[in-house]
């Protein structure tokens, strides 16, 4: 039931955001003291990351899944193939700048732009290093070749035994000790 809502909900999201507005729009890129950095300015740290989470989450989760991967119901209903922003190869040969025009402009017809009005510069250049970091993230443990065996756990250790110079003989098993006799008067 879920399911049909979410869906209905962004194909009309994106019908309004997607709509071509050319009115006050300029082609050219701003230079100036409001304009975007060429280079990531933002520093990768635990509050930039936690921010830049949030705003996934709000804005492209939807489309793109939690984990990045563009797996899910919303895009396949719009039959639009998304990038794996988990596997590395993905986003290797794609500068910062490219990606933070992506997301400030949209893409096509189907990825609306990320206004100004609702994520600042700083936060879109955040959202590049979190889109990076999504890869990073995904590491798969390596498995086992299979034609090696197990390796059983290794022994417990016992304790050192110091063996007797030889030229003395082992000591003697000792009986434990038994109470002396009373004295006698």
């Not at 990073?136 to 070749?145: C, D, N, R, V």
Request: proline share 14%; net charge negative.
């Amino acid at each position: 039931m879920l399911k049909p809502f979410l869906i209905v909900s962004a194909a009309i999201l994106f019908v309004f955001l997607a709509a071509p507005v050319t009115e006050g729009i300029s082609q050219e890129t701003p230079s100036g003291p409001g304009a975007p950095a060429s280079t990531n300015p933002v520093k990768p740290t635990a509050a930039t990351r936690e921010k830049a989470k949030g705003l996934y989450a709000r804005d492209c989760a939807l489309c793109h899944g939690d984990d990045g991967n563009g797996k899910t119901d919303v895009a396949s209903s719009m039959q639009v193939k998304l990038a794996d922003w988990t596997d590395a190869k993905t986003l290797a040969n794609k500068s910062d700048q490219e990606l933070y025009d992506i997301i400030r402009k949209g893409k096509g017809e189907k990825m609306p732009s990320e206004d100004a009005g609702r994520a600042k510069n700083d936060e879109v250049w955040g959202l590049v290093t979190y889109l990076r970091s999504l890869a990073k993230s995904q590491s798969a443990p390596t498995p086992a070749a299979p034609d090696q065996p197990a390796t059983a756990p290794p022994a417990p250790e016992q304790p050192a035994t110091t063996a007797p110079p030889p030229d003395q003989p082992a000591p003697a098993e000792t009986a434990p000790a038994q109470p002396a006799p009373p004295p006698t008067n």
